[in-house]
């Protein structure tokens, strides 16, 4: 009885420890994602990106979006308004509560009045940063803004996409109208790239820019977001022969390599490992790197070299500039580091791909790990050949 127990006893335990290691069944939501699967809402994804509200709805755990179709974003963009009231108008179509299509049609009372990431802002003033939502006649849902004197200006269309108290994307009719939303505000100041990545140790890089005209194509960026991987200068002043064995061409490109038309703060490329585009890319000339992370170290591999980022230079939203201890090359004007030769195939070191890399880290990133091979698979035949002779030994 006693070996009976014991062999009962090591099954459940080796049952316990496979469970342990079964992917979490939490849900990261990534709106960008969830759109780019409906082509009629692009210019809505892309403004979503324009102006910083993706990674903000991206962080939040509970979260409404209401999404506009292309024809309704053009009504918005024909109001010609600066990026930075287009961002508080599609603010107010983001709720920070679940309204999944079952919720909208069971409202207590008929109507309710919901916060908006417009009203956690700031920006609004009094409650007119929420909106009001009302079960109508015939199974339609309207909102309005509380600011527009109740008028129901749109409709719920459909449901787009839900996971139940985390994220619910739905399709309303029309744009929420909003004096308060739609009036003018100024953008941050002016800022002057150059100057800024000029500061502490990055005057070699920032001196690049100017002299080889790649300034004008950052500065054009600036007000969609933009961040700059600065090589310091140690780091730029060994690779000036490098450089200067480059064509125009080639160095205009090495140079907008080291930008990405997004903002990007460390938090987020903390928790955005994977490939990034940069503002060389053009069709097929990816002009790619991946930004991987492990602790506070975050380092940016190309399939020549690996950088890692060393400070923040400047942080300005939509601008962020940081210092790197390497000059980023891409494979599209460096060749490659040359294959491992037959003789050092057997010698110890990392075994994968730059793909595998980025492929595993995505994998790891969206939490969709596999328990089928590998130790995975030898952990689990484990556990069940444990739990069968704990179960035999007991009969």
């Known amino acids: 009885m006693q070996k009976s127990a014991a062999a009962a006893l090591a099954g459940a335990l080796m049952l316990t420890l496979l469970l342990s290691h079964l992917p979490s069944t939490t849900h990261a939501h990534n709106i960008t994602r969830i759109l780019a699967k409906h082509p009629e809402f692009s210019t809505f994804n892309h403004y979503l990106t324009l102006t910083h509200l993706a990674p903000e709805i991206n962080r939040r755990q509970t979260i409404t979006v209401c999404a506009l179709d292309n024809a309704a974003m053009s009504d918005l963009l024909s ?21 999944g299509a079952k919720k909208l049609h069971q409202i207590t009372k008929g109507s309710t ?51 139940p108290y985390n994220i619910s994307v739905i399709q309303i009719s ?38 080889s005209g790649a300034a004008d194509t950052f500065t054009q960026n600036l007000d969609g977001g933009l961040t700059v991987f600065c090589p310091s200068d140690a780091a730029l002043n060994a690779f000036m022969p490098k450089y200067k064995n480059l064509t125009a061409a080639g160095k ?6 080291h930008g990405v038309p997004v903002y990007q703060s460390m938090q987020m490329l903390k928790s955005n490992n994977g490939l990034m585009n940069t ?74 791909s730059d793909s595998d890399v980025a492929d595993q880290t995505t994998s790891e990133k969206n939490g969709s790990g596999s328990i089928s091979g590998g130790g995975g698979g030898g952990l689990l035949t484990a556990a069940l050949m444990s739990l069968c002779l704990g179960v035999s030994a007991l009969i």
């Open 79 to 99: 109001k010609h308004l600066s990026l930075f009231t287009i961002k508080n108008v599609l603010s107010l179509h983001v709720f920070a509560d679940y309204f």
């Open 279 to 352: 503002l060389a890319t053009d069709g097929a000339n990816k002009f790619d790197f991946t930004v991987q992370s492990e602790g506070e170290d975050v380092t940016l591999k190309t399939k020549v070299e690996t950088a890692t980022i060393t400070g923040t230079v400047v942080d300005q939203e939509p601008l962020v500039a940081y210092k790197i201890d390497k000059v980023l090359l891409p494979a599209e004007l460096f060749k490659p580091a040359a294959p491992k030769t037959e003789k050092n195939a057997d010698a110890p070191g990392p075994d994968a």
């Open 113 to 163: 009045l919901t916060a908006t990431l417009f009203q956690a802002t700031g920006e609004a003033s009094g409650t007119s940063g929420y909106v009001n939502i009302t079960d109508l006649k015939g199974g339609k849902v309207g909102f309005a803004a509380e600011d527009n004197d109740g008028h129901l200006t749109s409709t719920y269309v459909k449901s787009i996409e839900e996971l």
């Open 174 to 211: 029309h744009i929420l109208s909003s004096a308060e939303a739609e009036a003018p505000i100024s953008g941050p100041s002016q800022v002057n790239l150059t100057t800024l990545t000029g500061k502490q140790g990055c005057k070699a890089f920032a001196q690049l820019l100017t002299s």
């Open 252 to 257: 205009v490109s090495l140079l907008l390599y």
